[in-house]
């Protein structure tokens, strides 16, 4: 009987939404004041990756007969996914995010979603609605990771990813291509670079601080340059990634070593060559400074800095210089591992 009952609670929670008898006049609607659903006092949620994070969904009144659905919109196709949906009493998981979700449930009226873990790929818009039968209303709520932006193309050259290779490559790289909001973000803190590249939702940007012959002219202002929308088979550009913060730590060996030996070396640490994504979070967010050019996971040599000085680039600015793509057969390099 027992069995029966929760059963037949669960379906419920799955059944969608009934639709409302009554419809508004046309014209434009005002807009809905919400009269079971407090609004967020902050509507964006700021956390890293590995984190527990809560997104607020509190409730001044309980209706009867009501649902509270959890959605995400993804940000490469625009869809809403459900994430989870409860009728105060039962609740039902759904989609990838299901092993790491749960309701905070601190007490009757409080619909809050908790995110155990969280991913580079959980940052986003979330959706709180509850559906009452008759009148549905909904609050949005951003999930933003704090992370760091960087242009990142294979070791034959510039332009040389289609979309689906550009976000393979990313992940390769323990990131994912960066939204057009962290891309923006990026540039607002002085990401200026002159190859176009794609993002998350396929389109192409390039993002310019100082504006010069070869980069769309002395004469346009300084901004985020977009090509828009393109062919995600057939176009192909650099790729703009995301990384957020570490579960471990990026460390240094000193050496000359060529490629092989740099991978064995960390192995003998009990730890893994580093990635390129790993390397900009170590810099990022543990203040990894070095001025050795080591190896990467990719094949590629770079270092980071935190506190530019003549004998280190010679460069102004923070951040991870690059000796690009040598032979991986030179031994003049060392090598950064990854611990997790």
Not at 29 to 51: C, D, F, I, K, N
Request: net charge positive.
């Amino acid at each position: 009987m027992h069995r029966l009952l929760l059963l037949g609670c669960l379906w419920l929670l799955a059944a969608p939404p009934v639709s409302g008898i009554f419809q508004r006049p046309t014209g434009t609607p005002a807009p809905l004041r919400l009269q079971y659903l407090l609004e967020p006092l902050h509507p964006t949620v700021h956390t890293q990756r590995g984190a527990t994070a809560t997104l607020p969904c509190v409730l001044r009144a309980l209706p009867h007969n009501y649902r509270v659905k959890w959605s995400k919109v993804e940000p490469a196709n625009y869809r809403e996914n459900i994430i989870i949906i409860t009728n105060g009493l039962y609740h039902k998981n759904y989609g990838p995010l299901s092993p790491r979700v749960r309701l905070r449930h601190s007490h009757r009226y409080d619909a809050s979603l908790t995110i155990t873990d969280v991913a580079l790929e959980d940052e986003g818009r979330y959706r709180c609605q509850l559906v009452n039968g008759l009148e549905d209303e909904s609050i949005s709520l951003t999930l933003h990771l704090e992370g760091v932006v960087f242009p990142y193309q294979p070791s034959n050259g510039r332009y040389k990813f289609n979309y689906h290779e550009a976000k393979r490559a990313c992940e390769q790289q323990d990131s994912r291509l960066a939204t057009y909001q962290q891309l923006y973000k990026a540039w607002t803190e002085g990401l200026d670079w002159c190859n176009a590249g794609w993002i998350l939702d396929g389109t192409v940007h390039y993002p310019i601080i100082n504006s010069r012959e070869p980069c769309g002219g002395r004469l346009l202002l300084p901004g985020v340059r977009t090509y828009g929308a393109r062919d995600k088979q057939k176009d192909r550009f650099d790729a703009f990634c995301f990384t957020s913060a570490l579960q471990g730590r990026v460390y240094f060996i000193r050496g000359h070593l060529n490629f092989k030996e740099a991978g064995q070396a960390c192995r003998n640490h009990g730890a893994a060559i580093a990635k390129v994504g790993q390397l900009y979070s170590a810099w990022k967010f543990s203040q990894l400074d070095r001025c050795d050019g080591g190896w990467l996971a990719d094949g590629s040599v770079r270092y980071p800095i935190t506190t530019p000085r003549e004998r280190c680039g010679g460069l102004p600015d923070p951040g991870v210089r690059s000796f690009g793509f040598p032979s991986k057969e030179m031994r003049t390099y060392g090598t950064y591992c990854f611990v997790g």
